[in-house]
């Protein structure tokens, strides 16, 4: 921007502001733990991005999926709280696995989650959020080979304080959150009290059972009691429960996949199978519908407590954290995702458990040699259970001309309880042989057992049924081919080395530049799940090398503040999803190496100072340099394998874009002022999944607020509105079908949706 457009904007908005004047006071300084030390985020030689608690009320985020659209290279694919999945710069798209776990790392108050479901929940009473971008292997541990996202809740304070908001909108929309701390009675303890409590109907409509999928009821609280029994010590313990219960979620049919990439037609197609019963499929593009002839719904439970402790020993600091996490998710689905009886419920029933410690010690934040040691333990039992029940008119829609009796009531259990075992000792130091200079290095030992029993049984609903398939052999090999009795049990053992080197140049006092190399490790284990023939019961560990340079500065009296980063990442053994369309069966293979490359960048400005304008830039070029031998997607099943070197990985938008224009200004001659807000979020289209028929095209998303409320923040009433251009969009896309047929079906996102919010504080 060349001075005099400076100068011309500068005079715009002073106009509409009634001619204020320059603002006087500077960006707030944010201070993160990102190093697990509190230091200035400018300071950090990491690509990151942070927002608080007060910007989330402020803004109306309480979901991931929000949050994270407000930051670039990072991404999320949730199509519910099982199958849930976070991408930092193109890397971490994977859909459930109950036996492996996500490339990005996600913590809540440093306790780390195991399963990406118990984030999905609503982010209430929240201190901070960081996301952190890039292999972390070093301080975070293993699972982080993309990056981070670190979730803070809000401390508890002896001072008496509390807030509560009621919101109603479209869609019956109904929300109320709060929290309140304060003294436990005349006891040294300090508590705080949190929790929420969201309904709304749905807005996708199932015209076979005449109702709205999409409808939900969620709820939650969080207790917390602080203690500090002298200076140098502090104990703080935390529980936590949230409910998830959705009818739904209501996917809905995309593409058919008819033909092949060569243009030949694909037999036994979806709409082959359907003409056979005389029914239409519906595909129907924005009209957010669907006719599922089977109960859907989603039941999720999330509970947990975490015990912090952190002790002064002389100038030393050490600090323990020890979790405990339980979560349980309960699905009901509509298996053909349509009017006919073929597969009337599947889905997965999914019982998690954790116990984690990590132990550190601190040296003095002073002089020109500091070191950070610690220990960490990670152990979680998962069991699931993969579950299919066979409709009437399953047998002629999967094998023409099979007796209807063969299949109808046939179900298919398969029983897994993968369990991991994680010891690490990790360090970090840092020295400045200068004022002006920093060099950091850490380092961290690994070693990891994993183990699982697999199991697959078949029952009957019916008698009639069983006698049909004793007797005939054609039902009974229908049978075995859909699932029969099986049992096995495998074990992996593992050890990586994760690492990073920094080097930090403060040339000036808000200005510095930065050098980085890190090796990250996401582990490898087993695939709980009966596979198909040739795939391998274990997966090696990916690992990440990665390299980063960057620039954080601040300028005009701290009212802009930029930051640059460009990085160049590559990934050995990738934890590729492969979805095998014969069996159905979702699972992890390693890809070979995959390589993802681009930049980051981040602008905020306070122009005046009634204004505020935020942007952040993300752009990745993410790529299989080698995936050989892969299972291939519904268009290319007339090839044995597919070969994706040298393409785009799936779920990775290579351009994202955010902005937003916060304007602040008190009504004359009274006590309250005025705040309205406008925020926008672009992901460019890219595949779900590795085939063309889960293409997510590009999405643009504007959200308003404008609200009137005391000086003080005691009282605020806003108007908002979702999408406010009511984008139709899907927020993710898998192909799946039974028996091979390879549809893809999308989960539509949110209509506009416009409500009331009423905040009180004291």
């Not at 400018?42 to 985020?61: A, H, K, T």
């Amino acid at each position: 921007m060349n001075s005099f457009s400076r100068r011309f904007l500068i005079a715009a908005v002073g106009w509409i502001v009634g001619g204020a004047a320059i603002a006087e006071e500077a960006l707030e300084e944010v201070v993160v733990s990102a190093r697990k030390r509190s230091e200035k985020a400018q300071d950090v030689p990491i690509s990151l991005s942070e927002i608080s608690g007060d910007e989330l009320r402020e803004r109306g985020l309480v979901r991931v999926q929000e949050i994270l659209r407000t930051m670039p290279n990072v991404s999320t694919d949730i199509l519910q709280p099982r199958n849930a999945s976070l991408s930092i710069r193109g890397i971490g798209r994977n859909p459930a696995n109950d036996a492996l776990e996500s490339s990005v790392g996600v913590f809540l108050d440093g306790v780390y989650l195991g399963r990406p479901g118990m984030a999905i929940t609503d982010l209430v009473d929240i201190e901070r959020i960081e996301v952190l971008r890039g292999p972390q292997g070093a301080l975070f541990g293993k699972n982080a080979t993309a990056g981070v996202l670190n979730i803070m809740t809000t401390r508890p304070t002896h001072e008496s304080s509390g807030w509560l908001e009621v919101s109603a909108g479209d869609f019956d929309l109904r929300e109320v959150r709060g929290a309140a701390s304060g003294r436990l009675g005349s006891s040294p303890l300090a508590f705080r009290l949190s929790g929420f409590a969201t309904g709304r109907d749905g807005y996708i409509h199932d015209t076979t059972r005449d109702e709205w999928l999409g409808e939900l009821q969620r709820a939650g609280a969080r207790a917390q009691l602080a203690w500090e029994p002298s200076a140098s010590t502090s104990l703080r313990l935390i529980a936590d429960y949230s409910s998830h219960d959705e009818t739904g979620p209501g996917y809905q049919l995309v593409d058919p996949n008819l033909y092949r990439v060569d243009g030949t037609l694909r037999t036994n197609n979806l709409v082959a199978r359907s003409e056979r019963f005389g029914y239409v499929p519906d595909f129907p593009g924005d009209a957010r519908r669907n006719d599922a002839d089977a109960e859907q719904r989603v039941v999720a439970q999330n509970a947990g407590a975490a015990l912090l402790a952190d002790w002064k020993i002389g100038e030393f600091r050490l600090s323990s954290i020890t979790g405990w996490r339980k979560f349980s998710y309960l699905p009901e689905n509509d298996g053909d995702y349509s009017a006919l009886d073929v597969l009337s419920s599947i889905g997965v029933d999914v019982h998690s458990r954790q116990l984690s410690e990590e132990l550190r010690l601190a040296s003095p934040q002073d002089g020109k040699f500091q070191y950070l040691a610690g220990l960490q333990f990670f152990e979680q039992h998962v069991q699931g259970n993969t579950f299919a029940v066979y409709g009437s008119q399953a047998s002629e829609y999967i094998f023409s001309g099979l007796s209807a009796s063969a299949l109808d009531g046939y179900q298919v259990d398969t029983l897994a309880d993968p369990e991991t075992q994680s010891y690490s000792v990790f360090g970090q130091t840092y020295w400045w042989p200068r004022a002006d200079l920093e060099i950091a290095a850490g380092v961290r030992w690994t070693a990891e057992k994993k183990a699982a029993t697999v199991e697959q049984t078949t029952s009957d609903a019916a008698m009639n049924a069983a006698a049909t398939a004793f007797f005939d052999p054609a039902a009974l090999q229908a049978r075995q081919r859909l699932g029969s009795a099986q049992f096995f049990s495998v074990k992996s053992h593992e050890d990586f080395v994760s690492g990073s080197l920094s080097v930090t140049w403060h040339f000036r006092e808000d200005m510095n530049a930065y050098l980085s190399a890190a090796r990250g490790a996401k582990s490898g284990g087993v695939n709980a799940a009966i596979l198909p023939t040739g795939a391998d019961l274990t997966v090696d560990p990916e690992i990440a090398l990665g390299f980063e340079a960057g620039l954080k500065s601040q300028w005009l009296a701290d009212r802009l503040q930029f930051n640059i980063s460009a990085f160049h990442t590559t990934i050995d053994g990738y934890q590729a999803s492969i979805r095998d369309r014969v069996i159905g069966a979702t699972y992890l293979a390693n890809a070979g190496k995959v390589r993802t490359v681009g930049a980051e960048t981040e602008v905020i400005y306070r122009p005046v100072a009634r204004i505020t304008l935020a942007a952040g830039v993300g752009y990745n070029d993410a790529r299989y340099e080698s995936f050989r031998n892969a299972a291939c997607p519904p268009e290319l099943d007339n090839q044995a394998s597919c070969d994706y070197s040298g393409q785009r990985v799936a779920g990775a938008p290579p351009l994202t874009i955010n902005g937003s224009i916060a304007y602040e200004a008190p009504i004359a001659d009274t006590q309250y002022r005025f705040r309205t807000l406008v925020d926008f979020s672009h992901a460019d289209g890219f595949r779900a999944e590795l085939s063309r028929s889960t293409w997510i095209a590009e999405r643009d998303l504007v959200n308003l607020r404008a609200g009137i409320g005391t000086a003080d923040d005691s009282r605020e009433l806003t108007v908002w509105v979702n999408n406010l251009l009511d984008e139709s969009y899907y927020s993710g896309m898998a192909v799946v079908g039974p028996a091979g047929t390879g549809v893809a079906l999308g989960l539509p996102g949110p209509p506009r949706t416009v409500g009331l919010s009423l905040n009180l504080r004291y």
